[in-house]
């Protein structure tokens, strides 16, 4: 492994210190680095966990991130092109299991949270290890922190490095922001804590087209995330969906599917009601030309409807992932989108559902984005449900929306639901682009 951080100076005196604290030279354990997307936080932590396990042969090193999908797509690519081509590295590949070892014989696991599956953490009493990585901390829970800071330096070995644990993270509202920047902001952030900001500025391999595209983000994401901008937006409006401007997005006039174009429709199974967005992109407009919302009733009833309303169309359905759930609600021991695909006579190629449905946080930058940068138009008459939604819905500080009380009809959120659920399918490109 041989990381150069010569044109990154940030990073070069970031792990400089991170080393001086493994070999006890300074009075830092819990070093933090980021601020910003593109920093090279990830890069500079995984080479200074990659050099902590060559150190120190038969040594126990951890990475975490939320779950283990972001860490196949995002942490271990990164692992992989910092080891290059080093033959003294073997990947071990088990989900259930997944680390690199290096023929000194130390090993670096790899571990999503996991809070869903086992909320009290009691997986990890029996961690040993002699350092953690978390990777984007301020999605991670202040109970793994707590868990992790009690478990370093439990893997005992001969020639001990000081136990530490490096994270890296984006602006947010969570813990994170109390526990670590507002202390830094403020001076009063003391070892053995140590905190250094990272903006993509200070990286030189960030391309000209990169900068190009940050250009055209919304200002808010743009603050947010290039420049490192910690204010707390939910504060202000509230809005989840503050993008949306309703003398650009609503239209008056009569929106008539056309019979040419795929009708795309998008589930969302809440009991009551029951709901479902008519849309069509035609020329690069999204054009939302109804949001079913039927109270009282079922998925039966509800594809009854669109048949009656929209024959003869050549549909593409998307959803809610949890419909390919078996549920009570629907009849024979069947799914929500197996009775679509018999009642709308679809083939499986006409149906649209990710296996999982989009993380709150994230879906929130993309409908946004399409908002702000793409050509919408939702009709005023059939689809007022989803304007209102986007005219109601608030955020939590976390950016996941406001859903607690479903008595009260900004925290629902079924025609929204529906409208991200199609965009996240059909559009996601919308970010890379």
Not at 76 to 94: A, K, N
Not at 290 to 316: F, G, Q, R, V
Not at 321 to 333: D, E, K, L, P
């Amino acid at each position: 492994m041989k990381a150069d951080f010569k044109k990154n100076i940030k990073q070069q005196e970031y792990s400089r210190l991170a080393v001086k604290a493994l070999r006890g030279k300074n009075e830092y354990r819990h070093l933090f680095y980021g601020g910003a997307i593109r920093g090279g936080k990830s890069f500079v932590s995984l080479s200074i966990l990659a050099f902590a396990a060559e150190e120190y042969p038969n040594s126990r090193w951890h990475v975490f991130r939320r779950d283990m999908p972001a860490l196949l797509t995002t942490t271990i690519p990164s692992m992989e092109r910092v080891l290059g081509d080093d033959d003294s590295w073997h990947w071990h590949r088990l989900l259930s299991n997944y680390y690199v070892e290096h023929k000194n014989g130390s090993r670096i696991y790899f571990r999503g949270e996991g809070l869903t599956h086992d909320p009290e953490l009691t997986d990890l009493l029996g961690l040993e290890t002699n350092g953690i990585l978390y990777e984007q901390i301020e999605e991670l829970s202040k109970k793994l922190w707590q868990m992790g800071a009690s478990r370093i330096g439990s893997w005992y070995i001969p020639d001990m490095p000081r136990p530490i644990t490096l994270a890296t993270m984006n602006p947010t509202q969570t813990w994170v922001k109390d526990y670590i920047y507002e202390p830094y902001r403020s001076g009063t952030l003391a070892a053995p804590y140590y905190y250094m900001p990272a903006m993509p500025g200070d990286n030189p391999y960030v391309t000209a087209e990169q900068w190009d595209a940050w250009s055209r983000l919304d200002e808010r994401y743009r603050q947010q995330y290039i420049e490192g901008d910690w204010t707390d937006y939910s504060a202000e409006d509230g809005l989840w969906a503050f993008a949306f401007d309703s003398e650009r997005h609503v239209t008056r006039d009569e929106m008539r599917p056309d019979p040419q174009h795929i009708l795309y429709l998008s589930f969302d199974f809440n009991r009551n009601p029951i709901c479902c967005s008519v849309i069509q992109c035609i020329d690069a407009q999204i054009r939302v030309i109804e949001t079913i919302k039927l109270a009282n009733s079922d998925i039966y009833a509800l594809c009854t409807h669109i048949l009656a309303l929209y024959p003869n169309y050549l549909y593409k359905v998307t959803g809610d992932a949890s419909g390919t759930n078996f549920s009570a609600m629907v009849q024979n021991s069947q799914n929500y989108y197996t009775v679509i695909k018999r009642k709308l006579r679809l083939t499986d190629r006409q149906i649209d559902v990710p296996n999982s449905n989009p993380r709150l946080e994230d879906n929130q930058v993309l409908i946004n984005a399409i908002l702000t940068h793409c050509d919408v138009r939702i009709n005023a008459r059939k689809a007022s449900a989803l304007i209102y939604d986007l005219r109601n819905v608030k955020m939590e500080a976390d950016g996941t929306i406001r859903k607690a009380n479903r008595a009260d009809p900004t925290q629902q959120a079924d025609a929204l639901d529906t409208f991200r659920y199609y965009c996240n399918v059909y559009h996601s490109g919308v970010l890379r682009n």
